[in-house]
């Protein structure tokens, strides 16, 4: 896989996976096993690797809260652990951005966002292209900026 950005069939799985609801996701689960024989998840490990396959096998997982309760509390912890996570530190913690931007719902994500502009004074975009490179920095911007 190239680290320059991702290829079609990265992009085509970043496009599938980034914006498609819990339910969506599991009918295009079952539908590849009945058309393939085997389960997506197998062949995306086998054709991925690193943080990247880690947040395609979380997004296949549907275990994306959806309710639209927005949880106040969380929302700045989550905004302050992106930024230590990512541009308050040398290198990048990938593994919290996953565990907010993969987990949470829509409603709570934008919250965290807003609250992440006034800690670190830049988008969540602008950071996630500093912070990252190719197909992760691809597919989290499709989280970040999709409507989920
Ligand atoms: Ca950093």
Aim: proline residues 1%.
């Amino acid at each position: 896989m190239s680290s320059q950005g991702a290829g079609t069939e990265e992009a085509c799985l970043i496009d599938i996976l980034a914006s498609r609801s819990n339910a969506e996701i599991k009918t295009i689960n079952a539908f590849y096993k009945k058309e393939y024989g085997k389960d997506l998840e197998d062949d995306v490990c086998g054709d991925t690797s690193g943080m990247f396959q880690r947040v395609l096998v979380s997004l296949l997982t549907a275990g994306r809260d959806e309710s639209d309760k927005v949880d106040e509390a969380q929302a700045v912890q989550d905004a302050k652990e992106i930024y230590e996570a990512g541009e308050a530190r040398w290198g990048t913690d990938e593994v919290k951005f996953l565990t907010v931007l993969c987990v949470r719902n829509r409603n709570h994500l934008l919250r965290v966002f807003e609250e992440y502009q006034k800690i670190s004074g830049r988008d969540i975009e602008d950071s996630i292209k500093r912070e990252m490179s190719g197909c992760l920095e691809d597919v989290f911007l499709a989280i970040g900026l999709s409507p989920l």
